[in-house]
């Protein structure tokens, strides 16, 4: 009998336990809610930023997840993935503000960028830039699917009908962007809940048989002002981030071949310019800090650019600038993503690309 009770009070005294610590998380969780902590089971307290974060209060593009919300005319068209799809903080919002353009992004799982271009509104009234955004993780092999979508022999004629005219320039009136601080929204009971007790699992496994059950990587790192997060030592990355290194030369190649094909498409109609931006993996920018030599990994974005071609928009060196500079939270601590941050040198550095290759003039500063 006393062995029995033994066992029922280890058993009520590992359950309490449980819901102390999911107790403890929600309280933790109340606000932040990055994708690195969530999918990884770390703490938002130890991980979430804690510089206040700027918003644009009204967002100042559109934005669809449908090809149906592709249903008029645009001056800007951004197809891109969630790199381009936060309507509040998303880069787009400073190249809007700094140009006085219409932009609309298409989310990638909108439809198929073949789709888009042969959209009725695309073909009756073509936007004047079309940027192609992706992040690096996934660019390669995007690229690659898009190249072998132009050799089936539906797209073999591509090229044959280009107008040969040059897109004319895109006059702007140069304005700098305007922000506001923003209060972070409450997370719902439910939602704080879910992140709890995933926390909870993970974290179990994790600290106590050494087993990581997620795709998020804990790494040391050797400056410790990179962040404002409380865990100043240590920075959270996506194991995705490290797939580049095979990445082959044959691969490259291909994935040029698409880009340049890609552009082609965009800019036989005489109208619309062509550009893409591949936004880096948060190793490629914060790789030269990281503690183990053996874990740095070289980029394929530089790759891509050297095996020709003149449409990328190489935002990667101004991000990577801007953490040599000592910028605090270029990415977030919590997430895979940029943060306002970041996204704003991102934006001006597209801007003032646009302007130097010619595709923009600014009429008024």
Not at 65 to 94: E, H, I, M, Q
Not at 146 to 158: G, P, V
């Amino acid at each position: 009998m006393a062995r029995y009770r033994r066992y029922n009070f280890l058993m009520a005294s590992v359950v309490m336990a449980l819901v102390i610590t999911i107790g403890v998380i929600m309280q933790d969780v109340r606000t932040l809610n990055g994708g690195l902590t969530r999918i990884g089971g770390y703490l938002e307290s130890d991980y979430g930023p804690r510089l206040p974060d700027t918003v644009f209060e009204p967002s100042l593009f559109d934005m669809t997840r449908s090809l149906a919300g592709y249903d008029k005319p645009f001056d800007v068209v951004v197809y891109g993935d969630s790199f381009s799809t936060s309507t509040r903080r998303g880069w787009a919002n400073t190249l809007a503000a700094r140009t006085g353009l219409s932009i609309l992004v298409i989310h990638w799982s909108a439809a198929p960028l073949k789709r888009v271009l042969a959209s009725p509104i695309f073909r009756s009234d073509p936007p004047r830039l079309l940027i192609l955004q992706t992040v690096e993780r996934a660019a390669i092999r995007r690229l690659v699917r898009i190249d072998r979508l132009y050799q089936r022999a539906e797209h073999d004629a591509i090229g044959a009908s280009l107008s040969g005219k040059v897109p004319d320039t895109i006059p702007v009136e140069s304005s700098e962007a305007v922000t506001q601080v923003a209060a972070r929204s409450p997370l719902s009971w439910s939602r704080r809940v879910e992140i709890a007790v995933g926390y909870a699992r993970k974290s179990l496994l994790r600290e106590a048989l050494g087993i990581n059950t997620t795709r998020v990587v804990k790494v040391r790192i050797t400056q410790p002002a990179l962040f404002s997060h409380r865990a100043q030592d240590f920075m959270l990355l996506l194991d995705t981030d490290w797939d580049k290194q095979a990445v082959t030369t044959d691969e490259i190649v291909s994935a040029r071949r698409g880009l340049e094909r890609l552009r082609q498409d965009v800019e036989a109609n005489g109208i619309t310019h062509f550009r893409a931006m591949i936004f880096p993996d948060k190793l490629t920018c914060y790789g030269p800090y990281l503690e183990d030599p053996d874990l740095r990994c070289s980029s394929v974005i530089p790759r891509l650019e050297q095996a020709g071609g003149s449409d990328l928009i190489r935002i990667d060196k101004p991000l990577v600038a801007a953490i040599e500079r000592g910028v605090v939270d270029v990415y977030y601590p919590h997430d895979t993503h940029t943060s306002a941050i970041g996204y704003k040198i991102a934006a001006d550095y597209a801007f003032d690309h646009l302007v130097a290759a010619g595709v923009f003039e600014v009429t008024r500063d």
